[in-house]
């Protein structure tokens, strides 16, 4: 029963919770950025590069027989699967810059008063007594 209270406590805490919904909707957002790549960035760029259609570029190892499969190094994905990361990426460190500026500027402390604004204060508090 102890065990199973833990286990309980553990799922309960905020930061479970929080990291399952981050993992969710990371999930959705890895299927929007790939679909973005490979329905509107990448066309373009294999237009530019003569008409080559990047998921189709492979290595054939060994052609395909009765029995087997073709064996091929799939490069093409590969490129493609970078493409994806490096806009995951991006967005992800503007995300996280946005984020730490915003609390930058929550957690900005006041300047130290002048010395004119100490004395004053000083003066203040010494006429109060």
């Avoid at 499969?69 to 995300?95: H, M, R, S």
């Avoid at 730490?100 to 204060?121: F, G, I, W």
Wanted: aromatic share 6%.
């Amino acid at each position: 029963m102890g065990m199973l209270h833990e286990f309980k406590e553990f799922v309960a805490r905020g930061n479970v919770v929080d990291m399952a919904v981050g993992v969710i909707i990371g999930g959705a957002f890895g299927k929007i950025v790939s679909s973005f790549v490979s329905d509107v960035v990448m066309p373009p760029i294999g237009v530019l590069v003569g008409g080559v259609d990047f998921s189709k570029l492979a290595i054939t190892l060994q052609d395909a027989t009765m029995t087997a499969p073709a064996v091929v190094i799939g490069y093409g994905k590969f490129i493609q699967t970078l493409v994806d990361f490096g806009i995951i990426a991006a967005v992800i460190f503007l995300a996280i810059k946005g984020i730490n500026s915003m609390k930058q500027k929550a957690a900005e402390v006041p300047p130290p008063p002048s010395a004119q604004e100490a004395l004053l204060m000083e003066i203040r508090d010494l006429l109060k007594k």
